[in-house]
């Protein structure tokens, strides 16, 4: 009896880039023609003695960019995120990661062609509650309700784990919402078919739709997908981790700062209390000088006290409800 040949596998290494210009947070993104994606590459262990190396390759290829900190997502293997019907291809793993540098426009000159820092939230406009919850959020909710209560695409068994899954992601109420579920959301969309993604993938859901709805910019493969898991990481992070201060310039003021939490978290935050927070927790230390940037009283600067890693394993900013 013979056997099947092996499917052949083919590990692709992906970077969500990230980094936060005063309010906006950003991920670089390569374009070719109107596609755009995350910077990614194939591993080749003949010339990348590791992952590691294989990504910052790439990345510097296609971006030149320098990567500083990055750390290792998650492995991406699902059938039909880069798969067309009838590719013979071989079947694509995607090893995600995420890397922090300074604020994009240190990097503005040194750019390759094709390569820019985009907005975030052009990708996920729903997960930006900094004003409030978002516009569209009421139309993504009905929607995906409608879908949830559906019992001619699954058996009915199925409804009640769609509606348990969409109360779990998208919650009740501005309280109930958990900024880090960014992926839980995302997944849930594309079930349903409303990311272009999902059609683009041939998935029944979007295929019955008569149109698909915008929400957000489309990624090339599963790249939108990747980009969901390092925002609701890094979301997380904040939280035990001192990961902001990758983001932030050698100094900076408390407003500035506050400002970078928001802009990753999404959420807005209590001045007074944001500073409480940050004092109890021993992060910064003032340098001695101010700043004038904001066109008022001047602002006293502060730095990033790296000894703090050491001195506890939980050293990030506990955000705690919303202001």
Request: no cysteine; net charge neutral.
């Amino acid at each position: 009896m013979s056997m099947p040949s092996p499917t052949q596998i083919e590990i692709n290494l992906t970077a969500a880039i990230v980094a936060v210009e005063e309010k906006t947070p950003l991920v670089l993104v390569t374009r070719t023609g109107a596609d755009e994606g995350l910077p990614s590459g194939p591993f080749d262990p003949r010339t990348h003695r590791t992952l590691d190396m294989g990504l910052r390759g790439w990345v510097q290829d296609q971006t030149a960019l320098g990567v500083g900190y990055a750390e290792q997502l998650y492995t991406f293997g699902d059938r039909g995120r880069h798969m067309t019907p009838g590719d013979t291809g071989p079947h694509i793993v995607s090893v995600g990661y995420l890397a922090l540098t300074r604020p994009a426009d240190e990097y503005g000159t040194r750019k390759a062609s094709g390569a820019a820092f985009e907005p975030w939230y052009d990708f996920f406009p729903w997960e930006d509650f900094r004003d409030g919850p978002p516009a569209l959020l009421g139309n993504v909710v009905t929607l995906l309700s409608a879908w949830a209560a559906d019992k001619t695409a699954e058996p009915q068994r199925q409804t009640g784990s769609r509606r348990e899954r969409l109360h779990f992601a998208f919650g009740s109420d501005r309280e109930m919402w958990d900024e880090e579920k960014v992926l839980d959301r995302y997944e849930l969309m594309y079930e349903a078919g409303l990311v272009e993604e999902a059609r683009r993938d041939g998935r029944e859901s979007a295929l019955r739709r008569d149109n698909v709805p915008k929400f957000g910019r489309t990624m090339r493969f599963d790249h939108r997908r990747i980009l969901a898991t390092a925002i609701g990481r890094l979301r997380s992070k904040l939280k035990y981790r001192p990961v902001v201060f990758e983001l932030m310039p050698g100094e900076f003021t408390l407003t500035e700062l506050q400002r970078t939490v928001e802009a990753v978290s999404g959420r807005h935050l209590h001045k007074q209390n944001f500073r409480r927070l940050v004092e109890a927790a021993d992060l910064v230390e003032p340098t001695g000088a101010t700043s004038i940037a904001t066109g008022g009283r001047p602002a006293q600067l502060f730095r990033f006290r790296r000894e703090v890693v050491a001195e506890r394993p939980a050293s990030g900013l506990r955000l705690g409800s919303r202001g």
